[in-house]
């Protein structure tokens, strides 16, 4: 009877530290996932930041003011735009050459 | 073997009594051994349980789902509120995460020492604001909003008990005024009180973003044109608006005067009203379109018909009377590009009460618009529709609507026919639209053309508003404002609108532009009408905007444009002139 006691004993002592241990590595686990989570909202804080702070500096107004002065671009006249399929094709090498060889 | 003290005589009574129970006089020593086994085996038992116990108490701790549920919970965050975008994607409504600076007053040892040192860290706050806030009785009092990283880790150096740092969400709007009315605001608690923020919040508050159908660079465009002109006509404020017509999507929408939302508080209640969706006016000649397309539509009047605008028309006392008086008869398309009041005033006779009222419901004109902006009004309409309603009507008078309105309904005039409630939200390229077929497609081909000569004929009302090579067709309407406070209309107080369509032959995009109260001016000669002052405006957003909207630039003489136009339209009377787009 004793003896079974003491194994008994034994045993819960033993799982007793196991479990102590394991939950000891799962603090350890969950401490280094908080700290990756906050990393990971500090990161898309800075993303978010960074968006707006790209959007507030790609303001129309502010982009127009930046051409006007920097930049010699005007807004194109509508006799400026074709469409692509308009544009001949560049003429194929063969027939360049029939060409020179009529003259 | 242990000697028992002997008890004297001395102790008697109760203590006595208790010093035998305590220690009794053991003379037998096998009945002292059990005795004392069953006192062993007592305490082992007390013993054992206790750290029983306290295993069990430490197991209990070590696997209780509490802990865990403690750590899970700093792990996920809850969601911020969804951002707003436009059409390409450009950022028009975020929340950025911001630190915010509070006291409590309970845990502060000297007010005086805090508020010396914390005033020149926070701009706009004295002293004495601090020693104030400082002064209330409260374990929380928020002293700013917005405090820069900077100036965080300089407060957090003081070291002052009872001063605060905690994260807080700031709504921001990085493009500022350009979209004010359609991306709305939010209140301190960030729930949306106005405009799409009001509208979507259901949406936004669950963390997901929206993306409208406006364009920022068409939105900037119109915004840029509008203002240029109103401060050139010194015009109270104005409206404009771009619209796809294949798919009711707005492109854009201005409403000026504008604020700032990110200075929400600073705004008038002149630039937070949304003119373009909560405004109604009588939008004047523009509605001629209408009246020509129910016209034509219902088969009660024809290219060929004929109205004489010599003389001014008299109905129950009221004159009817023309801008530009003609002294001989007019057909359909000249009242059109004419803008004859007299000519709309017959047409509309022909068509009748109850014809017309029952375009104007099918059309979107009679209800609320289903548009998504919580800011939107119901169209003042005449209760008896009788028949000066019809008369005045026909020509823009008696039915107030806002711009939205109006783009709805004559999108459908000089479109292909069908009507489609505007929308702010980005449509999937799969979604079902609802369109609903008012006008045949001969009618409105007729119309546009109609609307092409009042920009291209040498006695149209918007010749300012053609855009070369983008087939600009147009109406003009100049209205006068009803007077403040009193009865009648006040003649020097007008409302100058045009609405456009290009390109004309295969209509894409809607614009509507407005402008409140211009004043005559000297470069005018004198004149604030629609076509001096919104047709240059909207000749300005056609050629910055069809670019942008990969619209290209069209030859009028090409064959397969001419055969989406009328060419049998009669404008100029006796020479029998045939049009020329």
Not at chain 2, 177 to 196: F, N, S
Not at chain 2, 250 to 256: D, H, R
Request: charged share 20%; proline share 6%.
């Amino acid at each position: 009877m004793l003896r079974f006691i003491l194994i008994f004993c034994f045993a819960l002592a033993v799982s007793g530290s196991a479990l102590y241990m394991t939950k000891l590595s799962v603090d350890g686990r969950y401490d280094r996932l908080s700290a990756l989570q906050a990393e990971i909202t500090e990161a898309k804080n800075r993303a978010i930041i960074l968006e707006a702070e790209w959007a507030y500096l790609s303001r129309p107004d502010r982009l127009l003011k930046l051409s006007s002065s920097l930049l010699s671009m005007r807004p194109i006249t509508p006799n400026r735009v074709l469409p692509l399929e308009s544009i001949p094709l560049r003429i194929p090498e063969e027939e360049n050459k029939r060409g020179d060889d009529a003259q | 073997m242990r000697n028992n003290p002997p008890l004297t005589s001395k102790k008697s009574g109760f203590a006595a009594a208790l010093w035998r129970r305590v220690w009794p006089s053991r003379p037998d020593p096998d009945k002292s051994r059990r005795v004392a086994r069953a006192r062993l085996l007592i305490a082992g038992v007390i013993a054992s349980s206790c750290f029983m116990g306290i295993s069990a108490k430490a197991v209990w701790l070590v696997t209780s789902s509490d802990t865990f549920g403690a750590n899970k919970s700093n792990v996920a965050a809850s969601a911020p509120r969804g951002a707003i975008y436009d059409r390409k994607g450009r950022l028009l409504a975020t929340t950025l995460p911001m630190m915010r600076l509070h006291l409590d007053p309970k845990m502060v040892l000297d007010p005086y020492e805090v508020a010396e040192k914390l005033a020149p860290l926070l701009p706009g706050k004295s002293e004495a604001d601090i020693l104030k806030a400082l002064a209330r009785n409260s374990r929380f009092v928020e002293l700013d909003r917005k405090i820069t990283p900077a100036r965080h880790a300089a407060i957090l150096a003081l070291g002052l008990p009872g001063v605060n740092i905690s994260q807080t969400a700031l709504r921001s709007y990085p493009h500022g005024a350009e979209a004010a009315h359609l991306v709305g605001q939010v209140d301190r608690d960030g729930r949306g009180i106005a405009g799409m923020e009001k509208s979507m919040d259901d949406r936004l508050s669950a963390g997901r973003d929206v993306h409208l159908s406006i364009d920022l660079g068409v939105q900037a465009i119109v915004r840029q044109s509008l203002a240029y002109q109103i401060e050139r006509f010194e015009g109270v404020g104005g409206a404009g608006l771009v619209m796809d017509m294949q798919n009711g999507e707005i492109i854009s929408l201005v409403s000026l005067p504008d604020y700032d939302p990110n200075h929400f508080a600073d705004a008038s209640e002149d630039a937070l009203f949304n003119r373009a969706t909560k405004g109604v006016f009588e939008m004047g000649s523009i509605f001629k379109v209408l009246n020509t397309a129910i016209a034509l539509e219902t088969d009660t009047a024809s290219l060929g018909s004929s109205y004489d605008v010599s003389r001014p028309l008299y109905i129950s006392g009221f004159p009817i009377s023309d801008y530009h008086p003609y002294d001989r008869s007019l057909n359909l398309s000249e009242v059109l590009v004419y803008s004859s009041n007299i000519g709309s005033a017959k047409v509309a006779e022909d068509i009748g009460p109850v014809l017309q009222r029952s375009y104007m419901e099918k059309l979107g004109l009679l209800a609320r618009p289903s548009l998504e902006l919580p800011e939107t009004s119901q169209p003042l309409y005449p209760q008896k529709w009788g028949r000066l309603s019809t008369i005045t009507i026909s020509y823009g008078y008696g039915l107030s609507v806002s711009p939205v309105h109006a783009a709805g309904a004559i999108a459908a005039a000089a479109g292909n026919g069908e009507f489609i409630a505007p929308t702010l939200l980005l449509r999937d390229a799969d979604a079902v639209i609802e369109r609903v077929r008012i006008f045949s497609p001969e009618t409105t081909k007729k119309v546009r053309s109609m609307m092409r000569l009042v920009v291209s004929h040498k006695d149209g009302t918007a010749n300012y508003a053609d855009a070369p090579g983008y087939l600009v067709g147009a109406k003009t309407g100049s209205a006068e404002k009803l007077k403040k406070g009193a009865r009648g209309y006040n003649k020097k107080a007008n409302l100058t609108s045009v609405i456009a369509a290009f390109p004309i032959h295969n209509p894409r995009y809607l614009v509507f532009v407005m402008v409140d109260e211009p004043k005559p001016q000297k470069f005018s000669y004198g004149y604030a009408t629609a076509g001096w002052v919104a047709a240059p405006v909207i000749a300005e957003i056609v050629k910055k905007a069809a670019p942008v909207l990969g619209v290209l630039p069209v030859d009028i003489k090409a064959p397969e444009i001419r055969q989406n136009l009328e060419p049998n339209l009669n404008i100029g009377g006796k020479g029998a002139i045939f049009a020329s787009f």
